[in-house]
């Protein structure tokens, strides 16, 4: 799956994408962040306070308890700041 | 609906942007964001937009088709700027077109208090002083964007 990192989340874990191989049981973005938490320490800081933590799944804002299916494509990233 | 999406690097020209919005209307309303030069009482020195390619014009335009759905919009015009911009620069143009100047308004005031928190931007701040900081969200943005 493509996993994508967006602003300081990004700048933490220090790439913006990759593609990761995801075990059967990771089935949630909420899920998909405890797993990559154990990677390293940089996905550790990137996503230590989960409350600043939003996502899209397939480009369309999702929440992080809903299970994402067969999606291609998952981002992570802090609340928006447009406009 | 005459609907114009773009998120580019370079400016606007919003002359003619609202201009090509006249078409078939009664009135047309815009807002146009542009950088402050001054942020808690910090000089600023730049403001550094970024956004998620692909997904930024799919919120976009599912935003302008909301608005369509509520107003009687005859055109909708959102142009949201990307990269590294000064102090005066031009961030976002939101314009829209109608019959009659209620739509116009209500809608382009929607759009922007939904662009604040339903499209992938995120913004960071340079200072004259060197330090630099990514923008936080605003709550009071949400609650502004969920009144509507």
């Not at chain 2, 739509?103 to 060197?130: N, R």
């Not at chain 2, 609650?143 to 509507?148: E, G, L, Q, R």
């Amino acid at each position: 799956m493509q996993i994508l990192y967006f602003a300081w989340l990004r700048e933490k874990i220090g790439l913006g994408e990759e593609l990761l191989i995801l075990p059967p049981n990771v089935t949630t973005p909420r899920g998909l962040i405890t797993w990559l938490r154990a990677r390293g320490t940089n996905y550790a800081a990137g996503f230590a306070n989960e409350a600043l933590i939003r996502c899209a799944v397939d480009q369309e804002f999702c929440a992080l308890d809903a299970p994402f299916g067969a999606a291609a494509e998952i981002a992570f990233f802090p609340p928006v700041t447009g406009g | 609906m005459n609907l114009r999406i773009a998120v580019q690097e370079a400016d606007f020209d919003a002359t003619a942007e609202l201009a090509a919005l006249s078409a078939g209307a009664g009135g047309i309303a815009s807002f146009i964001g542009v950088v402050r030069g001054n942020v808690g009482g910090k000089t600023l020195a730049a403001l550094r937009l970024e956004h998620y390619p692909g997904m930024t014009e799919k919120a976009l335009e599912h935003l302008a088709d909301a608005a369509a759905a509520r107003w009687a919009l005859t055109g909708c015009t959102i142009i949201h700027r990307i990269g590294r911009l000064t102090p005066g620069q031009n961030i976002v143009l939101v314009a829209t077109a109608s019959q009659h100047r209620a739509a116009a308004l209500e809608a382009t005031a929607y759009l922007i208090d939904q662009l604040k928190t339903a499209a992938p931007f995120w913004k960071a701040e340079e200072f004259a002083d060197g330090t630099q900081a990514w923008v936080a969200a605003r709550p009071e943005d949400d609650t502004a964007a969920a009144a509507w």
